[in-house]
T-cell receptor
Framework: SQKIEQNSEALNIQEGKTATLTCNYT??????LQWYRQDPGRGPVFLLL?????KEKRKERLKVTFDTTLKQSLFHITASQPADSATYLC?????????????FGQGTTLQVKP | SQTIHQWPATLVQPVGSPLSLECTVE??????LYWYRQAAGRGLQLLFY??????ISSEVPQNLSASRPQDRQFILSSKKLLLSDSGFYLC???????????FGPGTRLTVL
């Protein structure tokens, strides 16, 4: 069956450290993988998109890797800050023609402690 | 610039009552529109999507329906709410040809 999985347990790290979140999927062949941030009671906000032919993408303190052989994406936040505390969702796309449908993981909650 | 609105922000309804949630997008034309539901501590479940006026696709069989009477308006409805319909409902839009979705602020629905 098709699955997309993220660390179900919350990730607690100290301010200044690098946070690494994992997204694994099975039985999908996505053209894109996206990461979103969601704060409590708010809608998700787009952060980064990586294409299937890209290995790595960076944006400021954020870095995403995409390994289509392992069917895994890693999301890194360097020099983490308490303001980075949120739930991070990965989403697969480009798997259903032009519908633009996204398949979301359940999200990983990150808590950065000062 | 584009903005997306949802209302109401919160709603408490009794079991068996009807439902109507509205989503509107401003500053764009012919967007793809999506309704998601998020249960507590869970990921987003796609309920409906629409690629144009009166063109609605349902992702899961359920107690809900969707309509798109205008290009930038998307409505989620139910004739009789169930307890299991409680959750956080999110509307999203996607520019044609783009891959990213942009989400509204959401509606928190509690069915008692």
């Amino acid at each position: 069956s098709q699955k997309i999985e993220q660390n179900s347990e919350a990730l607690n790290i100290q301010e200044g450290k690098t946070a690494t979140l994992t997204c694994n999927y099975t039985n999908y062949s996505p053209a894109y993988l996206q990461w979103y941030r969601q704060d409590p009671g708010r809608g998700p906000v787009f952060l980064l998109l990586i294409r299937e032919n890209e290995k790595e993408k960076r944006k400021e303190r954020l870095k995403v890797t995409f390994d289509t052989t392992l069917k895994q994406s890693l999301f890194h936040i360097t020099a983490s800050q308490p303001a980075d505390s949120a739930t991070y969702l990965c989403a697969l796309s480009g798997i259903s023609g032009n519908t633009g449908k996204l398949i979301f993981g359940q999200g990983t909650t990150l808590q950065v402690k000062p | 610039s584009q903005t997306i609105h949802q209302w109401p922000a919160t709603l408490v309804q009794p079991v068996g009552s009807p439902l109507s949630l509205e989503c509107t997008v401003e500053g764009t034309s012919n967007p793809n529109l999506y309704w998601y539901r998020q249960a507590a501590g869970r990921g987003l479940q796609l309920l409906f999507y629409s690629i144009g006026i009166d063109q609605i696709s349902s992702e899961v069989p359920q107690n809900l329906s969707a309509s798109r009477p205008q290009d930038r308006q998307f409505i989620l409805s139910s004739k009789k709410l169930l307890l299991s319909d409680s959750g956080f409902y999110l509307c999203a839009w996607r520019p044609p040809g783009d891959t990213t979705q942009y989400f509204g602020p959401g509606t928190r629905l509690t069915v008692l």
